[in-house]
């Protein structure tokens, strides 16, 4: 859930840079949001510490250096639709990984 959140957010705020001349879409941007960030907010556990991770410097690079592929991307998206698409492809490649990291945080896998 918390990558579709993620994906979604970053979708909206490349649409409402779009259309930011439309002010019922940026309404309606603005109250996805705010849901999304409720939604999110009622899901983190009480104190909302993340552990520092584990591993030697090598292993924690090799973990966290996936982390670069949505920036990346998002930068080609940007050469080929400006904001918007740096946003909308970033924002997905994003919630991918958050996904993925969680599956692997869940089955015991150091994320």
Do not use: H, K
């Not at 490349?14 to 999110?40: K, T």
């Not at 982390?67 to 050469?79: M, R």
């Not at 639709?81 to 089955?107: D, E, K």
């Amino acid at each position: 859930m918390a990558g579709l959140l993620l994906a979604g957010g970053f979708v909206s705020f490349g649409l409402a840079y779009g259309y930011r001349d439309e002010p019922a879409f940026l309404v309606a941007a603005a109250v996805l949001l705010v849901l999304a960030l409720l939604a999110i907010a009622s899901t983190v556990r009480a104190g909302g510490v993340v552990p520092a991770p584990a591993g030697t410097t090598r292993e924690r690079t090799l973990r966290q250096l996936p982390a670069l592929l949505p920036f990346v991307a998002g930068g080609i998206g940007a050469l080929f639709a400006g904001v918007v698409g740096c946003l909308a492809v970033a924002g997905i490649g994003l919630g991918v990984l958050a996904w993925f990291q969680l599956v692997r945080l869940r089955n015991g896998i150091a994320a």
